[in-house]
Each structure stands twice: as C-alpha cells, then as structure tokens.
C-alpha cells in the first residue's frame, strides 16, 4: 500500500499469505472486539456533536489504529494487548494533547491511494490444506438485487453501478461486460454513493464497525477510508453539491448521522438520527448546512448551527398534524428552504418550519400516484416523481413553491404537465439521469425485476420506454442445470421462469404464468435425449413440463416477427397437489417422477407414460426435499426429507396396469413399505463426549508431566534426600485444589429443528443437516428396519455418526451438493457464503472432510443460498440467493478453459409448431389430481342414486295413476253405492304419519329459509330506505277520460337540509332546553307564589272576618282612636311633602326636557343617515372601487338560510299542487265507481226493453297502474306464483331476450295488481250493484211466469214502463257523459295551473342553482374571511381596551390632582392655624415658624420588619444617618444654628410642643404631596405609553378594515363572476341598435318591470319631498322668531311674581321664610308612637294574665282529676296485695319476705307528690308576682313604655 509521508508506516500488520489467514468467524470476531473496547475508549473522551481540531485528529488517529487492528490477523491476546497499550496512551492527557496538537498539522496527501489487494476480504482456506485461492472464481451475475434502495448508479454515460450481495459490479450497458469490486469486510455492501463530479465513488460496507472506502474513478483505487461512522451497517450516503462533505446514516441499532470531511478523513459532526429505521439522508442543494432526513414514520430537517459551544447538528422533526403519519421514501429540498416529501398513499406533502404547509393531489381528490411515491426530483425547473405505480408524472415547480391550503381539508389540486407510464406490474424505486447533451434521457431502478431506459422528453420523436436488463424479483426459489450443456433454468415467486447461457454469459427467454414457481428440475437426458425439457412446480400445486428450443431452426415464413435466441413451448400441465410444492425428483432410470409438497403428501408419476399418475403418499410433516438413490444402491428408493424431524424412505412405486385404477375412489398408495426415521436431538451429548475426550487428554498429558517431573526429581534427590517428600506433598496439594468443572448436561429441544438439506451415504444410511439448536454438525444416520405395527411419532432415532462444521453454530448449511467425482462438496450457507470441502473419491461417510474453502458471496444478512448446482461437467458452479443474485464461478482446474464457450440450445423437435398446448391451469382453486379423482368417483355414486330414484318415482307415478282410476270409476257409480275417501285409506295411522312429516318437512324447510329470508328482508328494507322512504310523494299520472291529456305529479324527495336546518345566530336562536326548563321553572314558582299569596289572602280575610264580629274594648277603641289621629297628621305632611316633591320634579324634567344648544332630532338624524345611505352617487358591484354596506355583505350562513327559504317554498308549492292532483285522481276513482253503477243500472234497463230501443252503454273507463303507484308494492301469493313461473320460462330463453323478458315480466308483476284490482268499487257500488240485479232477477222471474196474453191495463201498464226506462236509459247516459266531461273540465283546468307552476319551478330550479354556487364560493371564501373579520374584531376589542384604559387613567389623574389640591389646602391651614395660635407680637413667633418649616429627612416605616438586633441596629444607623443629613442640610440652608431639641426658656412650652406636632403633620402632608406627583408621574407616562399604542392599533384596525374591505371586494367581484340565468321574451329587450338585437348583451342591464317603475316613481317623489321639505324649513323658521319672543315675555311675568311673593311674606312672617318647610311641619311621631306603644303593652299584660289564670285552673283541674285516679289506683293496688298476701301465705318463708316489699305507700307516689305541691307552690308565688306588676304598671307613674312598633316586629 502506497502511504504518504506524514502517517505512520504499517509495520504490525502481518501479511496475507495464500494459505493463510482469513476474515471469518474466528478472527474477524477478536479484530472486532480489540475494535470495539477502543472504540469505546475514544468515545469517553470524544462526544458526539462537537469535535475541535485536536480531538478531529486525535479520533481518526484512533481510528486508523483501529481499523490496522481489523485487518490484522494477530491472536486475541495480541489485540487485547495493542488495546491495552492503547487505552493507557489514552489515559494520559498530556500526551494525547500534544499528539493532537501534532495531528492537526498533518493533512493526508492528496495523491495518496490505498493498495485494494490489502484491503478486500479474501477466501478462507484451512492452514496447511494446499487448496488454492481461487479455487472457485466469479464469471458472471445475472442477478440484481432490484428491491435494495438506491442500488442503481451511474458513473458516466455508458457504465452504470450495482451491490450485488459481496460484490459491487459496474455494468458496462452498451457491450454489457461487468467488472467486479469485491467487498473489503466480507460482511456485504450496506450502501453505495457517487460524487457530483463523477470521479468518486463510496461503497459503505456492513460488519462489525463497517467502514465507508471512497475509490477513485476510473481507476477503481481505494482513495479513502472513513471509520467508526455506524455499529453494524449504513442505510445510506450522501456528497453535498459541491462534493466537498459526504453524510451517512447508519442502520439498525444507532441510526447515527454523521457529517464527514472525506478528503481529511475526519467526521465534523455526529448525532443519532432517529429512533427508528431511517431510509435516506440528502444535503439540500443550495445550502450546505441544511440536511433532510426520512424514514419509517417521520422526516427530520437538520441545520448545522454555531453555537457557543462549537457546531452543531439541530434537527427539528416534522409534524404530522391532522395528516395520517406515514412512511417517507422519497423527498426533494426546495431553494427556499421548503421540502416536498411523498406519501405511502401517493400524494405529496409540502414542509414549511417542521410542519405540513399543503397537500398536493390530482383534481377529483385522486392521489398524485396510486401508491406511494417513491422519489421526487427538480430537473430543468420541472418537479420530477416517480411512484410504486409506473408512472412519472411532471409537475410545475412554481404550482408546488407557491402551494397554499384553501380550505379546512388542506388539500390543493393540481394537475401535471406530461404523465408516462412505463409499463404493466412496473414498481419504480428510482430513477437517475444520464448526462448526454439535448437528451433527457434516465435510467429508472425497477423494483419488480429490472433496469429501464426512459425518455423524458415528452416531444415528437420520444421514444418509448426500454427495458435494458430483465431479473427476478425477490428470492429465487429454485435452480435447475442441464445435464448436456451450459443451460441452467431458475424460478421464483416473481411468477417467472428464466433460462440463461451461463458459459457465455447470456440470458435467452423468460416466461411468466399466473403463480410464482417454487420447485425446478431438468429432465435427465434418459427422458429427452435432447435436454430440452424442463419440469416446474408452483406455489398453487401444479407442476408444468416446459421444453425448450431454439426457435430459428423452425420454418420461417414471410412476416414472421424476429425470433429469440431460445423459447419455451409448454407440453404438460398437471395438479397433484393443493399447497405449494417443495420439491422435484427424478428416478435414477428416469421412469418416476415424484414430487412433494407442503399438503404432507409426495405424488408418483408414470414418466413414460405422458406422466400418468401412479399415487401418493403421505408424510407426517411437510416435504422440503427428495433425493432418489443412485446407481452404487442396488434397490431404487426415494429419500423423503420432512422439514422437522422426519425423514422417509418410500420404494419404487409399482405402476399398476391400465384398467386397474379405474375403480379405485383415491390415488393414496396404502401398501408401500416406508422405513421413517424420527430425528433425536444428540448435540448435547456430543458436545458432552467432546468435553469428556478433552479432559481425558488433558489428565494424560498432566500424567506425563508428572512422569517427568517425578524423574527429574528422582536426579536430584539423590543428591539431597529431603526434597523429595515436600515435591510430593506439593503435588498433592495441587491435585487436591484442582476441582473439575461439572458436565455439560443434556438437551434436548422443546421444538424439533428444522431438517435444512440431505444426501444419501449408502443404502439405507444418509446425511443431515439441521438449523436451530443442532446447527454446527454434520448428522450420520441410518434407518430402522421397516415395523408396520411402530407408531413412528413415538419412537426416537439418534444419528450414529456425526461430522463437526466449524464456524456453522449460527450459520447452518443449506443446501449441498456434489462434484461428478463426489472429490469436492459445495455447500451453501446461511450467511451467504460458499463452502467447498476436499474429500476423497468414494468416500461416502465423509471422513476426510477436514479441510475447506470459504468465502462470502451473497449478501450476509438476507442472501441465505437458496440452491447450488455445478454444470455438467464440473467446470461451472451456479449458486442463487434470496438476495434475487445468480452468481456463476469457474472452478479451479489444471486445464485451462477456452476462451469462448457457448451453450448450444436444443432443437426444435419436428412438430412443435403444430404440436396443440395443452390447457393451462391458472385457477388456484383448481382441483388436484387426487381432489378430481374424488369428486368423480362421487358424482359417479351421485349419479347412481339419482337413476334409483328416477326408477322409483316411475313406480311411484303408475301406482298413483292407477289409484286415479280408481277414484274415477268409484265416482261413475250410483251414490249409494260409492265408497267414502275415508275408505280408500288403509291405515288411518299411515295418512297422520305423512301429514304430520310433510308438516314437519315445512317447518325445517322454513328453518333452513330463514336466513335468505331474513336475507332478503333486510335487502328490502334496505332497498326501501334507499329508494322508497326518501321520498314525500311518488309520481302519479292522472289521465283524462275522453282525450290523451294526461297531468303527472311532482315526484317528491323530503326536504333537503338546508330547509331543515339553519345556523343559529344570536338574533334568531331559538331557546335551548334549559332556557325553556329555566323559564317554566320561573312560571311555576311566580304561579305557586300566587296561589299561597291568594291562600294567604283568603286566611287573612277570613280572620279579618272574624275579627269583624268579635267585641272590641274600651281599651282597643282607645288605641285605634289615637293611633287613626296620628295617621291623619302624618298623612298630611306627607301629602304635602309629596305634592312639593311632585313639583320639583315636574320642574327638573322640564329642564332637562330643554333641549340643548346642539340637540338634533332623532328622526332628523335617522333621515340624514338614510339619505347618505341611500341617495347620492353610488358605484355599481362591478365597479373595482365598489364599497359593500355593511348590512349588505352576504357569508354562507345567510346564503344557506336563503337557500332553504327557496328549497322550502318550492317544496311546499309542489305539495300542494300533489295534493291538488291527488285529489283529482281521488275524484276520478269516485266518478269511474259512480259510472260503473250507472253502468249496471243501465245494463238492468236495457235488459227490460226490446233490443230496438237499446243505445250504446258507454265505455266504463279504466284505472291506469300510472294512477296508483303504490300497488306496486302490493302483492299476494298469486302474483308471486305467476311471477316464479314467468321466470323460470325466461330462464329457457336465450341470454338476449332473457333481458327483454326480464323487464317485460318487471312490468307485468307490477301491472298485474292494477288490473285485478281494475274496478276498484267500495261497499257503497257492491251495495248499488247487488241491488240492481236483484231488481233485474225479479223482473225476470215475472216474465218466466208471465205467459198469458196481457189485458189493456197491463199493456198501458207495460207502456208507461217502456217510456219510463227509455227516459232513465237516456238519462243516465246523460248522467255518464256529464261526468267524463265534468272530470275532464277539471284536469284541463289543473293541467293548465300545473304548467304554470312548472315555470315556475324551473326559474326556481334555476335560482337555486345560482344560490348554491354562490354558497359554495362563499364557503370557500368563509375561512379566510373569519380570520380577517377575528383580526378586525380582536384589534377593535384591543382599542376598546385602551380607550377604557386611557380614560381610567385620566379619571385617576384628576383624582390625583384633587387630592394634591386637599393636601395644599391642609397645609396652609396648618399654617393658618399656628399663626393665628402664636397671635400678634410674639416674640419667638420667628423661631418657632423656624422649627415649624424645619426640613428633616425622616426614616420611611419598614413594612417588613427582621430580627429584632438587625432591626435596632438599622435603626440606629438610620436615626445617625438622618441626623447628620439633617443637619448638613441645616448647615447648607440656614446661617444661623440653632437647636430645635430644646424649648428656650421664656418660651411658651406649649407652643414650642405645638410647633413640634405641627411639623410632624407638615411633613406628612409634604410626603403624601410627593407620592402623589409621583403617581402622576407613572400615571402620565402610563398614558403616553398607551396613547402610543392606541395609534398603533387603530393603524393595525384600518390596515385590517382595509383587508377585509379589499376580501369583500374581490368576494363581490368572484360573485359578480358567476352567471344568472334570466329568460326573457324579445318583447321585454329594449336594448336594440338601428332596430335589431345586438349578438353581445353583455353592457345590458336586466330590471323588472316593477323595480323600473318605481325609480321612475321615486324621481316624482324626491321632487315633491324636496318642495316639502323647503317648506317646512320656512314654518319651523317663523315657529323660532315666535317663540323666543314668547320665552322674554314670560321671564318677565316670573320676576314680577316673585317679587309680589316676597312682599307677602313680609308683610305676614317680618321674613322669608321656608314654604315647604312650613308645609311639612306635623306632630311629633315619637311621642305619639311611645303612648300608642304604652296602650298595647297593657293591652297585652292583660291578655297575658287571664291566660296565666285560665293555665291555672286547668292545671289544677287536671291535678285533681291525676289525683282521684291515683287514688282509685292505690285503692286496687291494696286490694291487690291483700290477696296476693292470702295466697303468699301457703308460700316458704322466701316468698312471704318478698312479698313484704308491696306493704306499705311506694317511693315514687311520695317523690310524685312532693313535686306537684312544690310546682303549686311555686305557680302561687308567680301568680301573686304578676299581681304586684300588673298594679305597678296601672298606676300614673310607671315605667315608660317602649315605642310602639308594629306586630310583624313584635313577632
């Protein structure tokens, strides 16, 4: 490797020999763990956002060391060591500052490169094996990982840039030659990027700490390698425009951002980019310092900020908001700062500040793509996406830059400017240009499998899109090689099978089907001799045999198209299984094919024989391989490998002879001998014997060193003798302290592995392996001999042998095979990776498997080998992945292959143009073979049994045509002699039975109809709410009787919302639920507070009633007489003081009735604004100066009221013309009953007179089904028989007529009822009918009789009859046409209203077609109108605000003002009154005014106060501070000193103490004075802040008044917009030019007739108010000069009044007195209410002592009832207890004790009778009390008493 000269040689590295080491599991782990402990060494030290210089340089020091340590190939206890060292270097600060410092000088040369061959990963190969490394080479990818992001590059017009798993690959698209780069860390390419210029290129590796190399190109030379940037792998990278920063994004786990100087191999900056995957990272083009980043869920928007601390990323994610969070693949930075990202639903979304500005869609709401959008690009000022769904669609930028949302939803449409679709089932995942000169021409990366070229030009000579590669897409599921030639085929879930020349390097044909493929084998050549035949399994089950051919060897005929290299014809097809197939199997001698399946079942087919099916088996578990014994094996027999644990091995299947299947029902082999062998975990028992092995050895290897010790000891002993006891002692010490580690136990796994692949070893015996837990071995086993009776999901099988894989505990094998000499096996890995193991020929049981060669192909995290296969001559090995990569290698040999080899395509076979294909199977609900087989064997039974039942419904129809026979010949017979048809019952039981069965039949079939009933009832309610309940009123047509006038009703819908609903305004709101609650609850409670106040009145009444009748007393009439002579005083002062009251105030509402000297009548005022309003001269609407009124601006709400103003009168005038019509219809049914009566009565008539003189009965009309709409819905049995029958005879039809007659049968079901129910009579008609023909029937019966000739009488009788009917007969003709033409009057009549009001309807149609446009502009127009009119609002409320403010402040200033006013005026009263108090000549008046205006500086009160030491120590700083401010301030005023402390000695004491408390008081008021203009102060400031502010609002007001004004104008001006529809006759245009209508209206104005009229009306009017008006000036003028004469005349006549007034009152009163003082003067109420008071309380006293004495004697009356009945009960009592003593007498002794207890008075009756004497006693101490009060109070001089009040009070 080339270094420069300022970076340290390599010199620890150790070289790679071609043997020697490799990259792999072992020493790739212990470079990656050295790595990571420095690592995370480094990053103590190092943070991840901000790097000075020194740290830069220290860092990628560090890093280089690491990355050494990578690629070194030292044991682990080398990289500890180097690790070690390297973390002490990093614990000294000194030193790494100064080699920081040192570093910083350094810069990498420019022309430094690094050597590739040291860099990329190698093949590893076993030490000492002499494999050599290139043992296997790459020759060719056919290949494309089409679903890896971004994997598409181009790095000049011609070569283009791929990751194809380990390998990067530059395709040359014009000789399409590759050229492969392979990866340096082995682990696979994460990503790849190129620079602006197109000279670099960086390959972003995965692995453990995965490096970013930047190769120069052409050259292809490492250039320059950036380490630690991600854990495990990059996701993406990025150059900025200029090419001079690179940024990547890492994968899972970090998702770091790192922000590179590549050049310097340095990171700038470093910070975690997101939680979750993150996709993609961009600079923005036109600034460097603004990245985007995007992935699952989100976007983010960085910004590299400097801040105090250094540079540093800020990221800002995006806000979703009300929009769906969605994933975000591709995006595209705006030159303003703005980005457009896509949507997973295929709109784009516009950020702005982190959040969604708009979101752009396609007109219709149709999204932009139907998918999501996965890159967006800016190319020639035109917006460039491409999206999931094929399609490219150009958009304008400058629509996109300038989007804005309109409306609540935040969509905006938009339409794109050219649109290409490239292709059916094409899934675009990127596109980039190639730079060719006047072509836009791009290569877009197709996610389905390929490589277009597309021409975006859009122009004349575009050409169409070209697909340049063609892949599969996905995992390739299966790999085929022909056993003749250079020919593989491959499959995948893609639906695509593919065929490739892999010798030179070429792909001929492909073939798509329905499903995707997952099983492939080639026919071996004992079954086509040509190979050409190619066999496919689905994932549907079905297998189909291509055969391939060279399509030129065919005759070519004039016209035919060009011809491919190869073509594939399809000769058999075939479905045996019903899941996906797994796998393909040729017998050994080709006879057999088996395949096996996901369904647990393997299918034998007779090759032979067109692959005729022989059976199938089945398996306990899926099949996932077969694999038929070869040659060596004398018996051919089939392994079966089960995806668990099982594998079988069936025999060959007999095929049986023709004829011999026919009666079988299932292809199912039951007899087959299968030996099964059910896997057993044993690596826990390995790996036990293993640990067991290794401890034997180490014991031996121990023993021997003690062998030799004890000999060497022995030497010496014999040399001193005492040694040898302590050695030996010592040892055995060390024998006792070594104690063995325990075993590993054994394991055995819940779930059995999965079995991944198999190959026979030998007859009977086979090699597995597994994945899972029992990964890491090889598995030798052999199968059981075959026991029928075993159940082989118990028993367990453990392999006998095992073969130890190295490195492949977590990276199985998955597929192996063999090379023709079985010296070399191919394995392929989990990882990727290609394993070739060296064996010896013939050895079978692998035991030279020792030594292999490894190497990372596909990609190591998904690229798993999905099949290996070498070509059929062991030159070639082909591998494929689920990475979608086909990799073919040359393997090593000593000769040398030819430089051109070509695979020679089969030959078309002689016929196989004419040869028939036969019918593909592309229905995945297909039957099998087997599911055929069993639905023919069942529709053969089925068809049996439907033969027997035919035969015995035969039986059955004779035996009943025989007993119809019978029937009819017992009914020939006389009556008497007829059996009954209880007779013809055999058994009574047997007829119950039936019927009782046929009822139970029709319950369980009404049972099993249930559900369809339900069904279709729900089907028609639904139908009904659709259809039928929207509606008020159907369509009814009435048609007239005599002509073909017909009258149709309006066909009604319910009202439409608009008319149901409206906005509620503040105005127009209707009361809410709890308003009208509210205001009943008040009703109620004001309705209750009247019923009680009326009950209360009633009571009071009635106790007024009551008073009424009782006696009144001396004493009451006395207080009543008093209290009535008070009340007349009173009243009359209170009259007078009213009436003086009333006075004033008529005269104060006089004068305030005065009006002022600038009063203005309101309706003057009012006129005025009206005349401004509305007269002068005014703009039109369509003027761009137009101002709209205020209570002329429209909103939607109003739009909407007048919208359903307008829905709702026309709703209700086609009401009422329906109902109109209805009636009509109503009269017509009752005129059509009344003519079918007449009708018949006319019919009688005529039945009676001679034939001669009958007239023609007129036609009864008829009820058309137009008439009665809705006995549509009317139905019975009977119509629905009729209609079943009707369908079942169109079903026979042809498809044509079968819709005639469907709709033909509609019209019949719904006319049918119309004509059953044709004449519609009512009871009253059947009445008329019923009696008419009993009229008729009785005449009839006269003339039967009747047969005599007739006397004269009876023919005069006849006579007058015959005159009479004539008469009736015509008049009810008469009667019968009256009414047809009365009813026909009628409908022309309606008819000519209806047509009328149809005009009308169609104008109404008309304006509400402008009303609803109107609406729906001024919805759009709604948003942003409220914002403004919220602007307005909320600045006007903000001013209002001020205002207030601003008078609240003036209010408080001049509050102020008033008080500083107060204070002045205290103080010179203060002053005032010490002057007046030192009087005149006072000798020390000057002193003391001295001391009184002294100025001292006070200590202001604390309001807050501390501890009590800080508080006295503060005041005596203060008090020494004041003191001596004090006196400077004294010194610097005054000349003279003087001490005011001390009062001089002839002085007035008092004075002097008055002066002292006057000062105090001056000094309070001058600090008050002062806090006052200081608030004046703040509040003048206060007020010239806010005045600011004012102006600045009302500035803002105008500016958004003016906004607003400017939105209703373009508002008016879009409305002005929309057109009218007006019909007008040629008669009402008057607008003509020389005598014609002019082509162009569009100058015209359109008045009615009535608004003309009335402008001519008002010239008129304004003319005669304006003489009005002047002369009302001229009398209210005349009216002026008359009253202010009359005003003197009167002031005069005043004062000539009040100078007589006051001439009276002197002469009366010798003074002016008070009028309404005189007037007011009454009695004195307090000593009249004291006196009434006094009355009522003796009043009072005396009811209250003859209640006492009432009290009294009914407690005594009740003590002497209590008292008799105590007595009476002690009376009873005694008697009691002289009985109980007799009978106690005969008791023991005990009892008579007990009972002495009862003689004797009781306790309680002696405590009862002392209380009631105290209660006597005290009641005759309070009686003679309440005497001695009451004559206290009689007497003159008592008490006063208290002033009267009124009872509510006294209560």
Request: aromatic share 8%; hydrophobic share 35%.
């Amino acid at each position: 490797m080339k270094e420069p000269d300022d970076h340290d040689t390599d010199e620890g590295k150790s070289d790679r020999s071609q043997s020697g080491t490799r990259q792999s599991p072992g020493s790739g782990q212990t470079a990656s763990r050295s790595t990571t402990k420095e690592d995370d060494k480094v990053s103590e030290d190092i943070t991840d956002e901000t790097l000075t210089e020194g740290e830069k340089s220290f860092l990628v020091d560090d890093d280089s060391d690491a990355g050494h340590l990578e690629r070194s190939s030292s044991s682990f206890q080398d990289d500890y060591q180097e690790s070690t060292g390297e973390s002490q270097y990093m614990k000294t600060p000194g030193s790494a500052a100064e080699e920081a410092e040192e570093e910083v000088k350094k810069k990498i040369s420019e022309s430094f490169f690094y050597d590739y061959m040291e860099l990329v990963s190698m093949p590893f190969v076993t030490p000492n094996s002499n494999i050599p490394l290139d043992l296997l080479t790459l020759v060719h990818s056919f290949g494309y990982d089409c679903q890896k992001r971004a994997n598409l590059q181009l790095l000049d017009s011609s070569t283009s840039m791929y990751i194809a798993g380990n390998q990067l690959i530059f395709l040359n698209l014009k000789t399409k030659q590759q050229i492969y780069l392979r990866s340096s860390s082995g682990r696979g390419i994460g990503v790849i990027g190129v620079h602006p210029d197109k000279t670099y290129f960086t390959v972003a590796e995965k692995g453990i700490s995965p490096e970013i190399i930047i190769y120069e190109y052409p050259s292809l030379r490492p250039y320059r390698i950036l380490r630690d940037g991600t854990d495990l792998g990059y996701a993406y990278v990025d150059f900025n425009s200029s090419g001079t920063l690179l940024a990547s994004v890492g994968g899972n786990p970090d998702y770091t951002l790192t922000i590179w100087n590549w050049k310097e191999e340095q990171p700038i900056l470093r910070t975690k980019a997101f939680s979750q995957e993150v996709f993609k990272v961009t600079f923005n083009p036109e600034d460097d310092e603004q990245l985007t980043t995007s992935g699952s869920g989100h976007i983010k928007f960085w910004e590299m900020a400097q801040t105090f601390t250094g540079l540093k990323l800020q990221g800002s994610l995006g806000r979703f908001g009300k929009t769906t969070t969605t994933d975000i693949e591709g995006y595209m930075e705006l030159p303003d700062g703005k980005v457009v990202s896509g949507s997973e639903w295929g709109n784009m979304l516009v950020w702005e500040a982190g959040l969604i500005k708009v979101e752009l869609c396609r007109t219709g709401s149709k999204s932009c793509h139907q998918g999501p959008i996965n890159q967006i690009m800016l190319d020639e000022g035109e917006v460039i996406t491409a999206g999931s769904d094929g399609c490219i669609r150009i958009w304008d930028f400058e629509t996109i830059d300038t989007a804005d949302i309109i409306d609540d939803t935040g969509l905006l449409e938009i339409e794109p400017i050219n649109e290409l679709q490239v292709d059916k089932n094409v899934k675009l995942f990127s596109m980039i240009k190639i730079n060719e000169t006047g072509n836009n021409v791009w290569l877009a990366q197709d996610s389905s499998g390929a490589i277009w070229k597309l021409d975006l030009s859009f122009s004349n000579i575009t050409q169409d899109p070209e697909c340049l590669f063609s892949f599969h897409s996905g995992a390739i599921e299966a790999l085929a090689v022909s056993p003749i030639t250079y020919l593989m085929a491959t499959t995948a879930l893609d639906c695509s099978v593919r065929i490739y020349d892999f010798a030179s390097k070429t792909p001929l044909t492909h073939v798509k089907f329905k499903q995707g493929g997952t099983a492939l084998a080639w026919v071996p050549q004992l079954v086509s001799y040509t190979g050409a035949q190619i066999v496919v399994g689905f994932e549907d089950g079905v297998v189909r045999i291509l055969e391939l051919y060279d399509p030129k060897g065919l005759t070519i005929f004039a016209g035919r198209k060009k011809f491919l290299d190869a073509d594939l014809h399809l000769n058999h097809v075939f479905k045996p299984h019903t899941a996906c197939i797994t796998a393909l199997a040729f017998e050994r001698d080709g006879e057999i094919l088996a395949t096996g399946s996901k369904d647990k079942t393997v299918f034998f087919f007779e090759v032979e024989k067109d692959y005729k099916p022989i059976g199938y088996i089945t398996t306990p578990e899926p099949v996932c391989q077969l694999m038929w014994s070869g040659v060596s094996h004398p018996d051919s027999t089939l392994l079966i490998i089960c995806e668990n644990d099982y594998v079988l091995e069936a025999p060959f299947p007999t095929p049986r002879e023709e004829g011999e299947n026919n009666d079988a029902v299932s292809y199912e082999i039951k007899d087959m001998c299968i030996k099964c062998f059910h896997f057993s975990s044993v690596k826990s028992k390995i790996m036990r014997l293993i640990e067991i092995e290794k401890r034997t050895r180490l014991k031996e290897l121990k023993e021997k060193e003690k062998e030799e010790r004890r000999k060497r000891l022995a030497a010496e002993v014999r040399k001193d003798g005492e040694m040898e006891p302590q050695e030996e002692e010592e040892e055995e010490e060390e024998e006792e302290e070594v104690e063995e580690p325990p075993l590993p136990e054994i394991f055995i796994p819940p779930t059995p592995c999965h079995i991944l692949c198999g190959f026979y070893s030998g007859p009977g015996k086979f090699w597995l392996s597994l994945g899972g837990y029992d990964a890491g071995f090889l598995y030798h086993c052999e199968f059981p001999p075959y026991d029928k009776s075993s159940d082989i999901t118990e028993k367990k099988d453990e392999p006998f042998d095992f073969r130890f894989l190295e490195d492949t505990e977590d990276n199985p094998i998955h597929t192996i095979t063999f090379s023709l000499n079985q010296d070399m096996m191919f394995c392929g890995m989990r990882d990727g990776a290609i394993r070739v193991y060296i064996l010896s020929q013939n050895d079978s049981s692998l035991t030279s498997m020792e030594h292999y060669w490894h190497f990372s192909i596909h990609d190591n995290d998904y690229g798993c080998i999905k099949g290996i296969s070498t070509s059929y001559d062991d030159r070639f090995l082909v591998t494929i992945g689920a990475d979608s990569n086909i990799f073919v290698f040359s393997i090593f040999s000593v000769f040398e292959l030819m430089k051109s080899i070509k695979a020679k395509v089969p030959s078309p076979r002689f016929g196989i143009e004419t040869a028939p294909i036969p019918k593909d199977i592309e229905d995945p609900k297909a039957y099998s073979i087997e599911n055929a087989r069993r639905k023919r064997e069942h529709d053969k039974l089925m068809k049996e049994v439907e033969e027997i039942k035919a035969r015995k419904r035969e039986q059955l129809k004779a035996l009943r045509d025989q007993f119809q026979k019978l029937l009819q010949m017992n009914e020939e017979l006389p009556k008497h002699m007829q059996f009954k048809r209880t007779d013809f019952d055999i058994d009574s039981k047997i007829r119950a039975e039936i019927n009782r069965r046929t009822v139970y039949k029709i319950q369980q079939v009404e049972k099993e109809l249930a559900w369809e009933k339900e069904k279709h009832e729900l089907g028609l309610k639904k139908l009904q709410n659709r259809f039928r309940d929207s509606l008020e009123s159907d369509t009814i047509v009435v048609h007239a009787i005599q002509s073909d006038h017909k009258i149709s009703s309006y066909r009604l819908t319910k009202p439409s919302k608009y008319s149901k609903f409206k906005r509620a305004s503040q105005s127009e709101r209707r009361a809410s639920k709890l308003e009208r609650f509210e205001k009943e609850g008040i009703g109620r409670k004001d309705s209750q507070k009247d019923t009680a106040g009326s009950i209360s009145v009633q009571e009071e009444s009635v106790i007024e009633k009551g008073k009424q009748f009782r006696p009144r007393t001396l004493s009451q009439i006395m207080v009543e007489n008093q209290i009535e002579k008070t009340k007349k005083l009173v009243l009359k002062a209170e009259r007078a003081r009213q009436k003086i009251q009333q006075r004033k105030k008529q005269w104060e509402d006089l004068y305030k009735s005065k009006p002022a000297d600038d009063y203005e009548d309101p309706k003057d005022v009012q006129a005025i604004k009206e005349a401004q309003v509305y007269m002068g001269d005014f703009n039109l609407k369509t003027a761009p100066d137009y101002k709209i009124p205020e209570h002329m601006r429209i909103n939607a709400a109003k739009k909407e009221e007048e919208l359903g103003q307008l829905d709702s009168m026309t709703h209700s005038k086609k009401m009422h013309m329906n109902k109109c019509i209805l009636s009509l219809r109503d009269l017509k049914v009752a005129v059509i009953e009344e003519i079918q009566c007449l009708v018949q009565e006319l019919k009688n008539i005529q039945s009676i007179l001679h034939t001669s003189r009958h007239i023609p009965i007129p036609q009864i009309p008829q009820i058309h089904p137009e008439e009665v709409p809705e006995k549509r819905f009317h139905y019975d049995e009977e119509i629905l028989l009729a209609f079943k029958q009707q369908q079942k005879s169109e079903d026979e039809k042809i498809p044509r007529a079968e819709q005639a007659g469907s709709t033909a049968a509609s019209g019949r079901f719904l006319g049918h009822p119309s004509l059953k129910d044709g004449d519609l009579t009512t009871r009253e008609s059947l009445a008329r009918t019923s009696k008419a023909s009993t009229f008729s029937l009785e005449i009839s019966k006269l003339t039967e009789f009747e047969k005599a000739d007739p006397i004269d009488v009876e023919l005069e009788i006849m006579k007058r009859n015959e005159i009479k009917n004539i008469y009736m007969q015509q008049y009810l003709a008469n009667r019968i046409k009256e009414l047809v033409v009365t009813f026909d009057a009628e409908l022309h009549l309606l008819r000519h209203q209806k047509l009328k009001l149809d005009t009308q309807m169609k104008l109404s149609d008309l304006h509400h077609v402008t009303l609803f446009q109107e609406m729906l502009l001024l919805k759009n127009f709604e948003k942003q109108e409220n914002i403004l009119q919220n602007s307005v609002n909320s600045l006007d409320k903000e001013e209002q605000d001020m205002q207030r403010k601003i008078s609240e402040t003036l209010k408080e200033m001049e509050e102020k003002k008033n008080e500083i006013t107060r204070l002045q005026d205290q103080e010179k009263a203060l002053y005032a009154g010490f002057q007046a108090a030192l009087g005149e000549n006072n000798k020390f008046a000057n002193f003391l005014m001295k001391v009184l205006k002294k100025r001292i500086k006070r200590v202001k009160k604390k309001e807050v106060e501390g501890d009590a030491d800080e508080d006295e120590e503060s005041d005596e700083s203060s008090e020494e501070e004041s003191s001596l401010e004090s006196s400077e301030d004294e010194s610097g005023s005054e000349d003279d000193v003087f001490d005011d402390s001390i009062c001089p000695s002839s002085c007035d004491v008092h004075l002097f103490e008055l002066a002292l408390q006057l000062r105090e008081k001056r000094l309070d008021i001058e600090e008050a004075l002062v806090e006052e203009k200081k608030v004046i102060d703040n509040l003048k400031k206060e007020y010239d802040t806010i005045s600011k502010k004012v102006k600045v609002v009302a500035t803002n007001l105008n500016a958004a008044e003016e906004a607003l004004e400017a939105y209703q104008r373009e508002k008016q001006q879009r409305l002005n917009e929309l057109l009218v529809v007006i019909p007008l006759k040629l008669h009402q245009i008057e607008y003509v030019v020389f005598g014609e209508i002019p082509s162009d209206l569009s100058g015209t104005l359109v008045f009615s007739n009535r608004s003309l009229g009335r402008l001519q009306e008002r010239i008129v009017q304004l003319q005669e108010e304006n003489t009005k008006q002047q002369k009302l000036n001229k009398e209210w003028r005349e009216r002026r000069k008359q009253l202010i004469r009359e005003k003197r005349e009167m002031t005069k006549t005043i004062n000539k009044m009040e100078g007589t007034v006051r001439e009276l009152m002197m002469s009366k009163f010798g003074r002016v007195i008070d009028l309404a003082a005189l007037q007011t003067l009454s009695v004195n109420v307090t000593l009249e209410e004291l006196k009434i008071k006094k009355l009522r309380k003796e009043l009072l006293n005396a009811k209250e002592m003859k209640k006492w004495e009432e009290k009294i004697a009914q407690v005594r009356w009740e003590l002497m009832v209590k008292t008799e009945e105590h007595t009476k009960k002690l009376h009873q009592m005694n008697d009691l207890c002289m009985e109980k003593k007799k009978l106690d007498s005969r008791l023991n002794t005990l009892q008579n004790q007990q009972g002495n207890a009862f003689q004797g008075p009781r306790k309680a009756d002696i405590l009862a009778r002392e209380k009631v004497t105290e209660l006597i006693q005290f009641q005759a101490e309070r009686i003679v009390a309440l005497k001695k009060e009451i004559a206290l109070l009689r007497k003159k001089d008592a008490l006063i008493l208290p002033p009267i009040q009124s009872p509510r009070e006294n209560q």
